[in-house]
């Protein structure tokens, strides 16, 4: 019997460490077998939520409570019995209970498990465990109905799940406590030592970014803005070296002035011009003619000669300057005989040994050269656009051109244009849109499906039917219909 103690307790302790009480003190209302068949039931879920203990741990708790706990009556209510035979013995099996739990406990293990991610698929653990909803419309009850339904052939047997809020016993039979453990948060280790969740399957195990600093106060000088301060000055100063300046001119000229008239009628002289008026003229003295007045006088006098040379010499030979000067121009303009104008982007904007080009050439070669496509670009000016609470991604806003009667009319467009046929000279017959157009799954002998077109029409197949189809989601507990705008959305996203 003492080993038979032990064992449960060490099994307790490996299975359902909520249930450790420390030595002598753990006690758990079911048999061995049943902790070994609780044990190989975890295991595959273990094996999801692995990259989170704290999440697997929160997940064996509620059937650990309900298997064995000693006070899983309090939160059990078996619904469904049944007489198994083993040997001579007839024993009655619990085939389906209801369980009763806390909504914040339920809320709790939920909020650990739904970020949790199986790295073989990149996908969302929850997805794979909340059946036709999937990871976007899985909620705690959802989750907890797939545990509890035997017919996903994990499930042992049928489980009901009644989450119940804090405080409301409406619905609560007699006698029955809705289970209200702690749920471990994702960032917790677990009592039985398991690391916290990692940054990539929980959010709170994130290291919280540093605030950004605060930016600096304004620049300040004497209790005022410190730019207006200096411009003031700036200003001042400006305006000082401007009146300055007009004083230092001012004194200048004055003094200019004044020495003129104290050496009035010194060192000038009378002479006639060639009207025969007197003119005053004023004697230079060689001393006061520097050396750059010399250079000056000699560039200006050496210029003027060689440029009168020059039009003389010029304007004797006129005939001989124009006929030379025309072959000069002639000579240097032969060059443009030769002269290619490159109008062709590719050669404009990639050398012909550049890689880009040999890549080219390479597909140009092996392939088809690269088929020219037509594009028509539709507007619709002063149509509102308007905002759409998708089931799956919330709410989307959709522009005015993005709406139903516009995609028929599109759809109307384009059946119109690949029906156009005209005569071709080169195929001696009429032809349509299959005849010229780009289809690659079907070259030989293309049809009007065949026609590769990009168009907003293509997300429904080019069907009327398709744009105008409505699903309603009544079966998957949402009373609500899905129409064109989520399909647009699912396939663009």
Known sequence: MFRVAALITFLSFVVCPIL????????????????????MSLTLSKAILMRCPSCADNFAH?????????????????????NVTSGKITREAVIAYQAF????????????????????????????????????????????????????GLAPLDIDFQLIHEGNTEGVPAGVIPYRGRALMCNETTPSGGQVCSCQDCQESCPGMPPPPVPPGPFRLLGTDGFLVISIVLLCLLLFAFIFYLLVA?????????????GKGKGKGKRKDQNSNDVTQQLIDP???????????????????EFRHWGTLMATYPLTVLLLSAVVVAVFS?????????????????????????????????????????????????????IYDSLLFGLQNFSGIVSKDLIIELLQLQTQIQNIEFWSEDLNRTASLKDVCFAP?????????????????????????????????????VTKEVDWRDHVIYCLK
């Open 250 to 262: 001012y004194f200048v000229r004055y003094q200019k002035r004044k020495d003129a008239e104290k």
């Open 441 to 477: 799954l079907n070259p030989s002998n293309p049809s009007l499906t065949d026609c590769a077109v990009n168009s907003l029409p293509q997300y429904f197949q080019n069907s009327l039917e398709n744009i105008d189809a409505k699903v309603n989601m009544t079966e998957l507990g």
């Open 287 to 305: 001393s006061e003619v520097t050396c750059v007045d010399r250079n000056s006088l000699a560039a200006q006098a050496f210029l003027s000669s």
């Open 101 to 152: 739990l806390s909504n914040t406990f339920a809320s709790g293990s939920f909020q650990s498990c739904k970020n949790v991610r199986i790295p073989a698929t990149g996908g969302f653990a929850i997805a794979t465990m909340c059946g036709r909803y999937g990871a976007k419309l899985c909620n705690p009850q959802h989750w907890y109905d797939f545990q509890g339904d035997s017919s996903n």
């Open 334 to 386: 032969a060059g443009l005989k030769s002269i290619e104008l490159t109008t062709d982007p590719v050669e404009l904007w990639s050398a012909p040994n550049s890689r880009a080009r040999q890549e080219k050439d390479f597909h140009d070669k092996h392939f088809d050269p690269f088929f020219r496509t037509n594009q028509l670009i539709l507007t619709a000016p002063g149509r509102k656009g308007h």
């Open 62 to 82: 509620l059937h650990c409570i309900n298997t064995c706990s000693p006070n899983q009556s309090q939160t059990v209510k078996v619904t469904k019995v049944m």
């Open 20 to 39: 450790d009480k420390g030595e002598n003190n753990t006690h758990a209302c079911c048999s061995i077998k049943q902790l070994s068949s609780l044990e």
